[in-house]
């Protein structure tokens, strides 16, 4: 067999028949290595012939196949299994990234003891960590370290592959791929492209055997873009991507689940950062508000429902409204983009009488929770209303509406399950867009629709000074 020779970018996986010092695709320096390709076959790495995979099997079909119920892996962690759609499929291959610190390697060897203390073979294979680190987080976060836990620190896939025949594992966690690498790949390093996928590919014929399918759980690296290190193929390979937000010294963490075969796209699920790991949060509207008494009522506080993934999640609103000493007003958010909160503002100066231009104003939220949503534009807008005035709102109230330039409440979509939410804590009032609320049976709660911001603050503050 012929064969060429071709330089292939490391960090792209783009091909050149030439040697450049640049990378035309991706613009790396000094990526590209020299690799043999036998002539007339293409999208073979490094040339060689392809091996017979595992997965190969006769034509069949389509009306022939027969159709295998997706049996489910249970951890006992109420907001992953949520966020996988109800548990981890047997035969299926995850990844999961995060920042650095974010609580990828915790929230693993939590599952990992959860599967193992009902009975199921965990391997757990660190190219970044040794069996001792690992060891003394495990005794940290885990209530009893189990038997059926088997630790192999190495970066060889090769030996990876062949501890998971040694084991028969059931679960198998892989920190984090871009760490390992196949000799048959060699001298590509750990972290390129091809080795990452070509390691990656491996995991998915052992997860996919038919005779003995096995559940993967893959650690990505976090580049410096907020994605997954490496070719974006790589998520196209797994069934199921999950990003873990959150930093450092912050408590919150958010599991999202951007991709899942077996489940819902974009399921969000909340977890505490403590000392004995992560916290699933069960009951997230407790958490993003603050219980009060009537008698404590403050001014400056207000509450929505957003939609975080399938679920309505009571959110709470707080602002802070000062006089301002200098000619630029402060306009504050941590947990909302500025130019939203500035465009909010001039609404509630123009459409609502309310004079702001020197007042400085903060907005967060509850818990640190992110107003993504514009259904969460009308409790912004309240929270400040009643700073400004002093007048504190009831904490049995809530506001669920999108406010347009013109002033006029817009709908949201999702509605009856928010107000159920709401009806469901208790609340006694909620204020939304005309015709915004279809006719639901409710216990407690009363929708009053309203017309524009005016109407509102009429109804809101019917006798408070300006």
Not at 17 to 34: H, I, P, V, Y
Not at 89 to 97: C, F, G, L, N, P
Not at 328 to 338: A, D, T
């Amino acid at each position: 067999m012929k064969t060429k020779t071709v330089f292939v970018c490391s960090e792209c996986g783009y091909k050149s028949l030439k040697w450049a010092g640049r990378c035309t695709t991706c613009g790396a320096w000094n990526s590209f290595e020299e690799r043999e390709e036998i002539k007339g076959q293409r999208g073979q790495a490094f040339g060689k012939a392809p091996a017979k995979s595992s997965l190969a099997q006769s034509v069949t079909r389509l009306s022939e196949v027969e159709i295998v119920g997706d049996e489910r892996l249970l951890t006992g962690i109420a907001e992953f299994d949520r966020v996988m759609g109800g548990g981890i499929v047997r035969d299926s291959v995850t990844i999961i990234t995060s920042p650095p610190g974010g609580g990828k390697s915790t929230l693993s060897l939590m599952v990992a003891g959860k599967l193992a203390k009902s009975g199921k073979r965990v391997l757990y294979a660190s190219g970044e960590e040794s069996d001792s680190q690992i060891k003394s987080r495990a005794d940290r976060i885990l209530e009893k370290v189990e038997e059926n836990i088997w630790i192999l620190a190495d970066t060889s896939m090769d030996r990876t592959l062949e501890a998971i025949l040694e084991v028969d594992a059931d679960f198998i966690i892989l920190d984090s791929i871009q760490t390992f690498a196949l000799a048959e790949f060699y001298p590509s390093r750990a972290g390129n492209p091809t080795q990452t996928m070509e390691c990656a590919s491996a995991l998915v014929q052992s997860a996919k055997n038919k005779a003995r399918p096995r559940a993967v759980f893959m650690i990505g690296q976090m580049n410096k873009n907020d994605e997954i290190a490496g070719l974006r193929a790589l998520e196209h390979l797994v069934d199921t991507v999950l990003v873990l937000e959150g930093e450092g010294a912050e408590e919150l963490r958010s599991l999202i689940a951007t991709k899942n075969r077996f489940g819902s796209t974009g399921e969000m699920g909340f977890f505490s950062m403590t000392e004995k790991g992560l916290s699933s949060i069960d009951n997230p509207s407790e958490y993003f508000m603050t219980k009060r008494h009537k008698e404590d009522a403050v001014s400056g506080s207000a509450l929505t429902v957003l939609r975080e993934g399938s679920r309505a999640v009571v959110a709470e609103i707080e602002s802070l409204v000062s006089n301002s000493f200098t000619p630029y007003p402060l306009r504050i958010s941590e947990n909302m983009k500025k130019d939203t909160l500035n465009t909010l503002l001039s609404v509630l100066e123009q459409r609502g009488g309310l004079k702001l231009y020197d007042k400085n104003v903060v907005v967060k939220t509850t818990g640190g929770l992110y107003l993504k949503e514009q259904a969460a534009s009308l409790a912004v807008l309240m929270s400040i209303v009643s700073g400004v005035k002093d007048v504190p709102l009831p904490s049995d109230w809530a506001f669920i509406a999108d406010v347009g330039l013109t002033g006029e409440l817009k709908k949201i979509p999702a509605m009856e399950g928010r107000i159920r939410e709401l009806d469901r804590m208790g609340f006694t009032k909620v204020f939304v867009a005309a015709e915004a609320a279809r006719k639901v049976k409710l216990d407690n709660l009363e929708v009053i629709e309203c017309k524009n911001l005016l109407h509102l603050l009429g109804v809101v503050f019917p006798k408070a000074k300006k």
